[in-house]
């Protein structure tokens, strides 16, 4: 199961602050977190620009901001898809508005002290996860790892970089790790995590 937070907040630009047109979305998806930023722990911002007409329609998209062309290609996907509830045009109301979506992909939702839960895991636990799921890197046990090391406590505290090589780390020694767990199931989850990852639980 994924674990991020994509927050979305619309906002009139141009003359649409100067009429009183209220956007009402009717289908809204949210974007995708891709699979490979997901993966290595890649987060960011990504501002979208749009023209939504009096019809409820959406074109003009545009990123006028992002931390990443993958989360920036995410997010133009979903807008372009959207569509809102269509208005009358009159004096007051225009035949479009210009709007701005901030979209936040965010990996560190797991709560602060998830790494006690992450304690209590055995390998075990590991191996039914493993025997249920086609993809190792996707194994919730993983995902919310890889989500605890992304935190916003060890955001603000680990260079981005350094955050991103233990994230890279931990995927590396998966196999390893799946691996090992098999041969001892009676052992703890985290002995089999990589030193510089156990000091962080």
């Not at 959207?82 to 007051?92: A, C, I, K, L, N």
């Not at 090391?149 to 780390?169: H, K």
């Not at 090992?180 to 009676?186: A, D, L, Q, T």
Request: charged share 25%.
């Amino acid at each position: 199961m994924r674990r991020c937070v994509v927050m979305l907040l619309l906002g009139l630009s141009g003359t649409g602050w100067a009429t009183d047109v209220l956007l009402v979305p009717e289908n809204n998806p949210k974007p995708q977190y891709p699979t490979a930023l997901y993966r290595t722990g890649g987060m960011g911002v990504v501002r979208v620009g749009f023209t939504v007409h009096a019809d409820g329609r959406v074109d003009e998209v545009a990123i006028l901001q992002s931390d990443h062309p993958g989360l920036a290609e995410s997010a133009r996907e979903a807008v372009t898809r959207w569509r809102f509830r269509p208005w009358t045009v009159d004096d007051e109301h225009p035949a479009q508005a210009h709007a701005v979506a901030p979209f936040e992909f965010r990996l560190d939702t797991t709560p602060l002290d998830a790494n006690k839960w992450i304690k209590t895991w055995k390998c075990s636990d590991i191996n039914a996860h493993a025997r249920s799921q086609l993809w190792l890197q996707d194994l919730f046990p993983f995902d919310y790892t890889r989500s605890y090391l992304s935190n916003v406590f060890f955001a603000r505290q680990l260079p981005d970089a350094e955050r991103l090589a233990l994230i890279a780390r931990f995927n590396r020694e998966l196999p390893w790790i799946v691996q090992r767990c098999g041969s001892f199931p009676g052992a703890r989850y985290v002995r089999m995590l990589p030193r510089e990852v156990r000091e962080l639980l």
